[in-house]
């Protein structure tokens, strides 16, 4: 054992105030007793001086004595001298990529799996200088030389996988180059789900848990030539030993379509999956059943096109219908009408010129459709219930007070009537889709029905929206994305809607997790797919055996602290001092 501060015992010096202090203190005491003349005359006790002395040392004495030694050791800092296992430097490199996200039997994370075995591989070498990498296509230095094993051991447990791609061995050893070169570091230790296939031969590479995966490591969607719905290509993979009967789903957040097959083991397949009904802009496909890295199972894409729709509106406002609209999707309200998904017309008459998708609110078209005099409904009439307008609608909940009446044309299809007034219709040629709604809006009561929003939700529905850019795929996590073409940037979210920060005049952006990210411009809101890279769901075979140089360990010596030990003991006396002090003082009282 040897003493770090040897100098703090100077300060045993204070017990000779102690005992100046403790003999200066009186010893006798008044106490009323009922005569004195049955004391007189008798001789005291004889009494040795060795018991003289006993009298004046006190136990109370003795415990601050040992309080006082106990507190100076903690002071001096005492410390066990041993020797540990030591090296001239040690790298630490922990793969972060998202593969190392996925979930093992145990519970535990491959990433966490190798964060314990970094701990454990810490802990052998306690005195040497040690550095702490977390790689992945973005590599990050988690922890510099310098710093004690107490921050490594931080740095470790703070650290989270990212959603990156795999790194690459130049790129470890351009950041070890950082840190002064691979010759600073003696033994480099790489814990990955994989191995690297040019990784030098002295780093030792050691593999976490791997498991069966089932994956989508593409998909993308494409627009029917003739309008008619998208046609979906999607890759699978089934990267196990056994035949797996898999469901493949894609939805575009209206529509569903699905896929049941039956996958060869250790085999990657692509499927060309029609979706005829689909209108949508957002698609998602995932894969079942479930594993341990749920993130690829579900890929993500997004037609090059704007989210919101476009309407141009004719007329006079009205915040009820312009409400409904919105609840439906986001809403940009436009002048011309060649980029107008949706042409409104509230109580106006349009030109006949007119094309496109078109809604009339108590509205008509010259030459086409005409509204006559209003009169008093009745009873509202469904005359095709299957109609794709009367989706989840209940028209047994409307209230009509009044309604015009309208010349339509021969081949328009009234859904709901009131005698001889329509209430409801649909018309198409080769310009135009016509939905016709006949009241006026505040002579109903629509606006405080929940089958209004859902009535123009099926109107939307079925627009032809203008077609997409020829663009099939999406982007990977990590990877530059341009936002040059969609106009001015007025904000950018990620897919849990939290607001990304770019600076100013910076056209493009890196996407730190997958999802749906959202780009809000002047000329309206973009979808941004981001996908896991394909290249993490890929096939993971076990490591070649590498020979690799062993390392030349050392003895070092550390020292382990024991004050800790002395300033629990200190505590443990001051306790004991402070309960014997009471004890006393409570006696005397009972004496008096």
Request: hydrophobic fraction near 45%.
């Amino acid at each position: 054992m040897t003493l770090l501060n040897p100098a703090a015992f100077y300060l045993l010096l204070a017990s000779l105030l102690i005992l100046v202090l403790h003999f200066l203190r009186a010893r006798e005491r008044q106490r009323e007793v009922s005569a004195l003349f049955l004391w007189e005359g008798l001789p005291g006790d004889p009494q040795s001086r060795a018991a003289r002395i006993r009298q004046q040392i006190d136990p109370l004495l003795l415990l601050q004595l040992a309080i006082l030694l106990a507190l100076v050791t903690a002071l001096a800092q005492p410390a066990w001298r041993v020797r540990s296992a030591s090296l001239s430097g040690l790298a630490i490199v922990l793969d972060g990529s998202a593969s190392m996200r996925t979930v093992a039997e145990t519970g535990a994370s491959r990433y966490e799996q190798a964060v314990e075995e970094a701990r454990a591989l810490l802990e052998q070498y306690p005195s040497t200088t040690a550095a702490v990498i977390q790689l992945s296509s973005r590599p990050a230095i988690l922890a510099r030389p310098g710093h004690d094993h107490e921050d490594l051991q931080s740095a470790l447990l703070r650290s989270d996988p990212t959603w990156y791609g795999d790194g690459t061995a130049a790129t470890l050893l351009s950041l070890l180059g950082s840190l002064g070169g691979t010759s600073r570091f003696e033994r480099v230790v790489v814990f990955s789900d994989h191995s690297f296939s040019d990784m030098p031969v002295s780093f030792e590479t050691v593999l976490v848990d791997r498991a069966d995966n089932l994956a989508l490591t593409g998909f993308s969607v494409r627009e029917n030539p003739d309008g008619g719905g998208v046609t979906a290509l999607v890759t699978a993979l089934n990267d196990s030993d056994e035949y797996r009967d898999v469901t493949i789903r894609i939805d575009d957040r209206e529509n569903l379509t699905t896929l049941s097959v039956l996958m060869a083991p250790s085999a990657e397949e692509r499927f060309v999956i029609p979706f005829p009904n689909s209108r949508g802009t957002l698609f998602t496909a995932s894969i079942e059943p479930g594993d341990g890295f749920s993130a690829d199972n579900r890929r993500f894409f997004s037609l090059e096109r704007p989210i919101d729709f476009r309407v141009r509106w004719l007329g006079s406002e009205n915040r009820y219908l312009m409400a409904a609209l919105r609840s439906v999707a986001p809403v940009t309200v436009v002048d011309s009408p060649g980029v107008a998904d949706l042409t409104v017309v509230h109580g106006a008459r349009a030109p006949a010129s007119l094309a496109g998708t078109v809604l009339l609110v108590h509205a008509g078209i010259e030459d086409l459709l005409t509204q006559g005099e209003t009169l008093p409904t009745g009873r509202i009439e469904v005359l095709n219930a299957d109609h794709p307008l009367l989706t989840d609608v209940d028209p047994s909940n409307f209230r009509i007070r009044e309604a015009p009446t309208a010349s339509l044309p021969p081949s328009a299809e009234v859904v709901l009537a009131a005698g001889d007034v329509p209430l409801l219709a649909t018309y198409a040629d080769e310009a135009r889709t016509v939905f016709y709604l006949a009241p006026d809006i505040l002579q109903t009561n629509l606006p405080i029905t929940i089958d209004f929003p859902l009535l123009i939700r099926n109107i939307v529905a079925g627009l032809v929206r203008l077609p997409a850019e020829l663009s099939y795929r999406s982007a990977d996590v990590g990877e530059p994305i341009s936002l040059a073409g969609r106009g001015s940037v007025t904000g950018l979210y990620d897919a849990e809607e939290n607001p990304i920060s770019l600076p100013e005049g910076l056209s493009t952006f890196r996407p730190e997790s997958p999802g749906f990210h959202t780009l809000i411009t002047d000329r309206g809101a973009f979808a941004i797919a981001v996908n896991v890279p394909a290249a993490e769901s890929s096939f993971r075979q076990p490591a070649e055996e590498i020979d690799a140089v062993e390392p030349d360990v050392q003895s070092a010596v550390r020292y382990l602290p024991l004050w800790p030990v002395a300033a629990a003991l200190a505590i443990l006396l001051l306790i004991a001092e402070a309960y014997m002090h009471s004890g006393r003082r409570s006696l005397m009282r009972r004496a008096r």
